[in-house]
C-alpha cells in the first residue's frame, strides 16, 4: 500500500516540475502566447463551458465505446460458432479497420447530421475491430485439457461457452477495452471536426481558427483527461472481474 | 451352454463372464480390441488389446511420449481408435471419472467450485446443495477442506493436483482413469494419497471400482496395483503385462517384502530391455 503511494507520487512529482519549468520558460523567453502559453494563461480560460464540451465530447465517445464493445463481442461468438460466417465476414472487418476514420468522418456526417450521432458512429468504427479480433482470439484460447474435462463430464455447448470460453476470454477482452478507451475519444473527437456545434474537437477547431492558443490547450488537456478517466475506471473494473491474473500495466 | 473354446473371441465373452471358474474379480470392466491410433503419419498405438476387470487396480508403465496419455484418451472417448478397433464398456452404469496429467482447474472457481464443476454440468445434475456437500466431502478425502474458498492460484502445485483429483472422486466414478496424478507431489504427500486412493477404492462406500493409473514410478505401480501393463516405445503396444503378488489390501511397509523387491527388480530388467 505504502509503495503504491509514493509510487504515484513519482509522476506527480515530475509532471509538477515540468508545469513549473514550462511557466518559467515562457515567462523568461517572453514566448507569444499564441505560440505557447504558460500554465497559468491555460488555467485562466478553464470556465464551466470547457466542462459541459468535455461532458458531450465523454458521452459521444462512452456510447460509442459501449455499443461498439458489445457488438464487436456479439460479432465475435458468432465468429467462434460458425466458421462460414468468420471466413466470410472477417476479411471485410479488416477491411473496414483500413479504412482511415478520417475519410469516413465526412460521409457520417451527411449521413447523420452534425449531431450526436454521427460522433457515437465514428468513435463506434474504432473501437469495434480491437474488441472483434481479441474476443475471437479469447474465446478460442481454451486449453486442450480443459475442454477435454467438459465433454469427459458431457458439458453441454452451452455449458462449455458460459463455464470455460466466456471467463478464459475476459482477459483478452479487457485488454481490448482498455486500447479502446483512447480509441474512442478519438473517433468522437475526429467527428466532431468534421462537423458540431459542441464537445471539445469543436473547441479545437473554433480556437485555432482565432489563433486562441491557450483555449485550444485547455481543450486538447481536457481530451486527454477524458481518455485518462476512461482507462482508469476499465481498469478498476479490470482488477475487480479478472483477479485471478496480475495485471502490472498500471 | 453351447459355448466352444472358439467362440471367445467376441460377443460370448460377456455371456462367459458369468459362468462357472471365474470369480467376480474377472468381470471386465473395459476391453480394448486391436486399437490402433495415428495423429497424421505418426503412428502412435499399435493394436493394443487388452482387458481391464471390475475392482482391478491397474498401473501403465511406458517410456516417455510412447502413448499413455493417448490410450487413456482413447478410453474416455476423445479420441476414437483407427478403423478395425474398439473399446467396450459392457457395465450399465458406467461413470468415468479422469485425473489429467495437469490439475486443469477453472482460475475463477474456488476450490470447492472446481471441485463441484463436473456435477453441475452434463446429464448427471446435482442441486447445488447435493453437488456443494459432494465437494466438501471430496475435499475432506484429499485433506484440503480448510482451503475450501481459495482459488487455484493461491494454493501449491501440489494442492491443486489434490483438488484435481478430489474433483475426479466427487463424481462417484466406477472407473477412473489416472494420468500420473502423483507426479506434481511430494514424497510424503504421494505416499499419503497413494494409500488414501486405495482405501477409496477398495471400500464398499465408494461407487469406485476400477482403476486405470499411469505412471512413471516403477515402485508406485508395483505397490498399488493388481497388474503393471508395461508399454513397448512407439509405436506402443501392450509389451508384457506382470502381475503383482502382493496381497491385499495393501499396507504400508509392504515395500520391505520379497515379493515387492523381486517385481520392481522384474519389471526393471523390462524397462532396460526396451
Ligand atoms: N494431438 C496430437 N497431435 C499429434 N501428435 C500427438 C498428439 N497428442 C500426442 N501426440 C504424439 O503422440 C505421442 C504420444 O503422446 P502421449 O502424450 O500419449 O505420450 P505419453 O506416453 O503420455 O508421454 P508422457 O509420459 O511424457 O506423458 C507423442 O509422440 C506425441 O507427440
Ligand atoms: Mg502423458
Redesign the pocket.
Known amino acids: 500500500m505504502k509503495t503504491k503511494i509514493t509510487d504515484a507520487l513519482y509522476p506527480v512529482g515530475f509532471a509538477i516540475g515540468f508545469l513549473i519549468i514550462w511557466e518559467l520558460a515562457v515567462r523568461l523567453l517572453d514566448i507569444p502566447i499564441y505560440l505557447l502559453p504558460s500554465p497559468t494563461d491555460i488555467v485562466a480560460v478553464i470556465d464551466s463551458s470547457l466542462w459541459s464540451h468535455m461532458l458531450v465530447t465523454l458521452l459521444e465517445a462512452l456510447t460509442g465505446f459501449v455499443f461498439a464493445n458489445i457488438l464487436g463481442l456479439i460479432t465475435a461468438i458468432i465468429f467462434v460458432h460458425s466458421k462460414p460466417i468468420e471466413k466470410g465476414v472477417f476479411p471485410l472487418a479488416i477491411a473496414l479497420k483500413t479504412t482511415p476514420l478520417v475519410a469516413l468522418a465526412p460521409l457520417l456526417v451527411v449521413w447523420m447530421g452534425t449531431g450526436y450521432s454521427s460522433k457515437v458512429v465514428a468513435s463506434m468504427l474504432i473501437c469495434f475491430f480491437p474488441i472483434l479480433v481479441n474476443s475471437v482470439k479469447g474465446l478460442k484460447a481454451i486449453e486442450?485439457e480443459a475442454w477435454e474435462l467438459f465433454s469427459t463430464y458431457k458439458g453441454t455447448k452451452a455449458e462449455i461457452f458460459w463455464k470455460l470460453r466466456l471467463p478464459t476470454s475476459l482477459p483478452y477482452v479487457f485488454s481490448a477495452l482498455k486500447i479502446s478507451t483512447s480509441l474512442a475519444i478519438v473517433g468522437a473527437i475526429v467527428g466532431e471536426f468534421v462537423g458540431a456545434n459542441k464537445g471539445l474537437g469543436y473547441v479545437v477547431l473554433v480556437s485555432s481558427y482565432h489563433m486562441d492558443t491557450p483555449v485550444m490547450f485547455s481543450a486538447i488537456i481536457a481530451s486527454a483527461l477524458c481518455g485518462l478517466v476512461l482507462f482508469w475506471g476499465i481498469s478498476q473494473l479490470e482488477r475487480k472481474i479478472i483477479f485471478w491474473q496480475r495485471t502490472d500495466d498500471l | 451352454m453351447l459355448t466352444t473354446a472358439s467362440d471367445l473371441g467376441k460377443e460370448a465373452s460377456r455371456l462367459q463372464n458369468q459362468d462357472t471358474t471365474i470369480s467376480s474379480k474377472s468381470e471386465i470392466a473395459v476391453t480394448l480390441k486391436n486399437c490402433s491410433l495415428s495423429?497424421?503419419d505418426?503412428q502412435?498405438l499399435n493394436n493394443v488389446s487388452l482387458d481391464i476387470y471390475k475392482n482391478e487396480f491397474v498401473s501403465i508403465l511406458?517410456?516417455?511420449?510412447?502413448?499413455?496419455?493417448?490410450?487413456?484418451?482413447l478410453m474416455l472417448d476423445l479420441l476414437q481408435p483407427n478403423a478395425g478397433g474398439e473399446i467396450i464398456y459392457p457395465s450399465k452404469d458406467l461413470s468415468l471419472g479422469m485425473v489429467f496429467?495437469k490439475p486443469v482447474l477453472m482460475p475463477w472457481l474456488t476450490a470447492i467450485q472446481n471441485i463441484a464443476l463436473p456435477l453441475t454440468i452434463g446429464e448427471k445434475k446435482f442441486t447445488k446443495k447435493e453437488a456443494k456437500e459432494k465437494a466438501e466431502g471430496a475435499l475432506r478425502l484429499v485433506g484440503l477442506q480448510d482451503f475450501m474458498n481459495h482459488f487455484p492460484h493461491q494454493l501449491s502445485g501440489g494442492m491443486q493436483q489434490r483438488i484435481a483429483i478430489a474433483r475426479a472422486l466427487a463424481a462417484d466414478p466406477t472407473v477412473l482413469l489416472m494420468?500420473?496424478p502423483f507426479g506434481a507431489l511430494d514424497e510424503f504427500t504421494r505416499e499419503k494419497l497413494n494409500f488414501e486412493l486405495l482405501r477409496l477404492w477398495e471400500s464398499p462406500e465408494t461407487s469406485l471400482s476400477t482403476v486405470v493409473m499411469?505412471t512413471?514410478s516403477i515402485q508406485e505401480s508395483v505397490l498399488m496395483s493388481n497388474r503393471v501393463i508395461m508399454?513397448s516405445p512407439?509405436p506402443?503396444g501392450v509389451d508384457d503385462i506382470i502381475p503383482v503378488p502382493l496381497p491385499s489390501p495393501r499396507e504400508v511397509g509392504m515395500e520391505e517384502l520379497p515379493a515387492f523387491h523381486q517385481t520392481v527388480k522384474e519389471l526393471r530388467k523390462r524397462v532396460k530391455h526396451l
Open positions: 486442450h | 495423429f497424421g505418426v502412435v511406458g517410456p516417455s511420449g510412447c502413448g499413455k496419455s493417448t490410450l487413456l484418451r496429467q494420468d500420473e499411469v512413471h508399454m512407439r506402443a
